[in-house]
């Protein structure tokens, strides 16, 4: 699946501009490349930037970091449900409630690469199990209808959108 294939019924609005991020893009070329090049950023900043924040109330990047993190398991859960026929609504998630509960401005780059890195390969794991008929099956989160591949080009989008951003405002 590709971004082209996607349906704006496919996904709430919200998530219209980590879509638009990733531009024309393979579902499963998003999640490889997006790896390696989110790991790349991580250990080219420098250390005394991992917990800048660049306004107040804005997270540090360490927080980025692990928001991104924690936001993938949240969406690969809900791909995994929708995919085996889960119809049951899934909540969302506050991320403002978190990103303070993770700690992580307490934790060093080398331990959140390793866990972005473990997280990535799991979500690659399970989309790669995934039949092209079955990325086209939709569930309801946060209220809204999304469909499995939805759910995985978003995780690759929201990355890449976060990704600009440190390179804008934090570096």
Same mark, same amino acid.
């Given at each position: 699946?590709?971004?082209?294939?996607?349906?704006?019924?496919?996904?709430?609005?919200?998530?219209?501009?980590?879509? %638009?991020?990733?531009?024309d893009v393979e579902?499963?070329? +998003?999640?490889? !490349?997006?790896?390696?090049?989110? @790991?790349?950023? /991580?250990?080219?900043?420098? %250390?005394?930037?991992?917990?800048?924040?660049?306004?107040? +109330?804005?997270? !540090?990047?360490?927080?980025?970091? @692990?928001?991104? /993190?924690?936001?993938?398991?949240?969406?690969?859960?809900?791909?995994?449900?929708?995919?085996?026929?889960?119809?049951?609504?899934?909540?969302?998630?506050?991320?403002?409630?978190?990103?303070?509960?993770?700690?992580?401005?307490?934790?060093?780059?080398?331990?959140?690469?390793?866990?972005?890195?473990?997280?990535?390969?799991?979500?690659i794991a399970l989309?790669e199990t995934f039949?092209?008929?079955?990325?086209?099956?939709?569930?309801?989160?946060?209220?809204?209808?999304?469909?499995?591949?939805?759910?995985?080009?978003?995780?690759?989008?929201?990355?890449?959108?976060?990704?600009?951003?440190?390179?804008?405002?934090?570096?």
């Amino acid at each position: 699946m590709r971004t082209t294939d996607l349906s704006t019924t496919d996904y709430n609005s919200y998530y219209q501009p980590y879509i %638009e991020a990733l531009g024309d893009v393979e579902l499963m070329d +998003g999640l490889k !490349t997006g790896m390696d090049q989110f @790991v790349n950023q /991580i250990k080219n900043i420098p %250390e005394e930037k991992l917990t800048y924040a660049y306004g107040v +109330g804005k997270w !540090t990047i360490l927080e980025v970091l @692990v928001h991104l /993190i924690d936001t993938e398991r949240v969406f690969q859960y809900r791909a995994l449900r929708f995919y085996r026929n889960d119809k049951t609504p899934l909540p969302g998630f506050d991320q403002d409630e978190y990103v303070p509960a993770s700690k992580a401005n307490k934790r060093t780059r080398e331990s959140i690469i390793k866990e972005f890195k473990a997280v990535r390969q799991s979500t690659i794991a399970l989309f790669e199990t995934f039949e092209e008929e079955g990325l086209k099956r939709t569930g309801m989160a946060s209220s809204a209808k999304m469909s499995v591949g939805a759910a995985g080009l978003i995780i690759s989008g929201h990355q890449k959108h976060h990704q600009a951003i440190i390179e804008n405002r934090y570096l």
